[in-house]
């Protein structure tokens, strides 16, 4: 009954010719700006003053009953509620329930704290509401995206001043793109790639046009393939699958010990495909910075390998591609600037809001592959920049990448990007300290592994047969991957995990995940992390508990 | 000397350990507080003082000297604006070279005014930042977005109860996917479309796994089309082009003579390539609402077509989707429930802010054909939504189609698109009025294009031989180009030119095209900028100066 009148209320509020009017205007008057500002307060404040409150992924109302309060599937006719409800709403029923990726508690995925001007930078970016596909809806925004892309394809390849010159507000040439996220932009610089490799020749008028059954017969081959190590992301064979290349071709290389591209592999793979004139290699993949372990590729050798062979050198810097702003760890990247392209996330370290990829190419007119018109958008020559891009309609991210390198500079990413390395080793070399624990992969950058693995089994492991060890780590990925979820459940703090495949009798192992991106994460924290998983294997699996495990 | 000293001074404040943890922390004193919401207030009302000031797409500073403002390419070390500063350059430096696309009088392009409270949304989204890529970063935000997909869904499709009790809260299955644009959307759906036409067939493992060599090899073909009419986006050929068929086979089928798919020839290519036994038919695509006039293809009879051929019917209704909230004019979207797919915009007749597309699939488990897993996310039977998406990482636009839904109604959004359908009607009856002006595609929706042709033209058209039209229409468009571009460069208002291509001797046309989706726009205003139109013309071809022309 009285929902019913609310609603008659709003309808009348909204849904009628003068108040749509009214909600397309911003407000001259000063009551109804107060209005309008007071329901920011509670966005920057309310939301936060709520997460404050619970971290981690609490599951005091469990998934299933959750979602039960969603299943109403009809869109009312009338106004539900007003901007204040919803916002209400927002606030007191959502937020809640929300992930507080801002926790310093939070240090399980490649999300985290951002630092609060984000969120006006982001409003900013709304507010001014640009389409960057075309300069007819966007104009200087198109330009100084232009320019944000060439200050980071500096920082990746250091090229002359000259260059820079010729081709920072060239509308002919492309040093970049921003887009959705990493996996756009790895689609993006394998998409390219593909069109280069397999591009017009003789009559053929290239993969792009004529698709890849028919390049593959004008340049008499039957497969391509991607080599990549087994720590790539998925959304490389993802990109594969979407190409037509088939994602059984992003071929996974054997890592090293340090869970890095096995080189001799590498070298013995293109050997192979050398000699095999029937499969051409459209790329060769480095990671730097990788999703499960953070591990780095030795990119210097695989770019010169891959420059005596003619091949396409890709690099996925999503994550590590932030670390080029640090004078200290700056070379742990050495060699990305002999990469074709390069993936960065700007939502990933330059602590951005979500939603902002970026792919880079050394050479200015190599997105050329893929560009396209139309008779509306996108005329030749223009700063279009719709023509050489994978989306169309696009969000100016771009002015907050600019917006947020001012305020802090270099300098302010490397202090973050410091700590989180400084901080990772300090939290390996605790994890190494405590008996219980076995530091998996040791830190390159700001994300390690390890495992729940006590004493007596780290001998057994030590010590046993094949079969034995196999026998262990299975008993251990079932405590691990309880510990785990008994954690999150819990509440308080959040570590993932993962399995890492190696080609090992420890064939496949669950691990405990960190990601230490979060500058208010320390090291007190990280140890209360580890003693409440400590408390918790305790719990379920002291002594005499352990046998119901395996 | 001064730039030096303010650099210094902001280093001192961000790129210490110190200032970069306070960024992070949302104030807890009254007069940080205060200020971070002064900041929020020059945002929400003073880059909106400074739009009001300019309309249309200002040509006083030319493009190319504000390219050459924004050509520095390095990134400075320390710190070089406080956000305060950087808030002032972007109202000040920014807004005003940015295109007023809430302008009444900027009527070229799909992008328009928003109501002001996205605006409060798209902050709620960031302040957020929850990743929608994985319950574990997102939790109740999936589940909400999981009920937005099944109301947008049973409002295109219109399925039985139980079938949305079934499937809303399903992570099994899945009714569409939010996506960046309308690109990606329709990117997706032929990627589905391809995947299951050539999915897995005796001990061929399908097109997604093995590529598209062996998919042709295994279903023995050696071509793949998609036909649309030739007024299909061009995302359609990016996607044919992406996805390895080749844009080539993105056939642009005729369209009859309000520019809708003609019935007899797509009945007639599809008889054809039945016939031919190595071309397969990957999918035809129905238009609601095409980008360049509006029009509206005839959908039902396509889906009825398309079933009786086992044929996957893709409809773009991008633009006009929404449509679907009108009582009164739902009737011209009919049969778009028997489409197997539906692409549609919210950055787009919804009015959110860019970068929120969608795609829905009639068959819940249709999106089965492109599930990709990870080890640390993804895992089968959760809420990770980014298991069937082209992106990964994503932001949560499904929170502000969510709230605007419930804010607007169904009526809400049915008043504005109604308003946009009556008043083209209105405006076409003003063109056809004036002497100067020819109608070229009456409005279906609240899209038409027009042209300048003085009656002495528009006597020749109709009474000339086929050469002396061509000559007329060449002489035409350089006329219609200029006007367009005195005009827009005069920044009082913006109208956009396509090229319309038909198989006549009126082959290419350029056409003035006006998308009326702002509701402050009235007839008054299109009045205004007929006039001004008519004044351009009248100064640069005057009867005198005609000849220079041609």
Redesign the interface.
Known sequence: MSRKHISKKN?AL????QA??R????PENEDA?AM??K???Q???G??DFLKEHVG?TEEAS?KN???K??????????????AE??TD?VRD??P???N??SPYFI??M?S???????????????????VV????????S??E??VL??????IFHRSDSF??TH??NTRTTLGAFV?????AN?TAL?VARNTLLGPKNSF?G????????A?QAYDI???VVLVSRRG???L??A??????????VLAMDVDEHHRMDMRSLREQIRVFELNSRTKILAVVGIAGS??TGSIDPLREMGELCRDHGIHFHVDAAWGGPVL?SDKYRHLLDGIDSADSVTI?G?KQFYM???C?MIYFKDPRKMDA?E?????V?RPGS?DLGMKS???????NS?MLD?A????????YA??LE?GIELAKKFAAEISRRPLFQLVTPPKLNILTYRICPPHMQAELFSGTSTQRSHINKTLNAINRTVQRVQ?EAGRS?V??????RRSPDAEIVVL?TVLM???TDIQILNEILDEQEEIYRCRFGTNNLKGVA
Chains 1, 2 share one sequence.
């Open positions: 309808a909204v849904a009628d010719w749509l009017q909600i397309f205007l911003r700006r309008l500002l329901y920011m307060e966005i920057l404040f939301l936060h992924i998934l959750l979602a039960d969603y299943k109403q599937t009809r869109i009312s006719k009338h106004p539900e509620k007003k901007l919803v916002i927002l959502i937020a329930h929300a992930v990726v801002a399980g995925h999300t704290a951002i630092p609060f001007f984000m969120v006006h930078l982001k409003t900013i970016v709304a507010a001014l509401n640009q389409n075309k300069l007819e809806t966007s104009k200087v925004v330009i100084v232009k320019q060439a200050k980071i394809h500096r920082l820079y010159n920072v507000q959705e996220g990493g996996t756009a689609l998409w008028q993969i792009e046009k004529e698709g890849l059954m028919a593959y039957d497969r391509c992301h998925y959304s064979r993802k594969g699958g979407i190409l037509g290349i088939g994602n059984d071709n999703t499960e702003t996330d939502h809001t979500m939603g990829g893929i396209y018109h139309a008779n509306y996108n700063v994978l989306a169309g309609t696009r969000e100016a002015l917006s390198l001012k305020i802090m500079g270099t300098q302010g202090i973050l700590h999150r959040f993932s995990r993962t399995t890492l495949n995940r979060n500058p208010m």
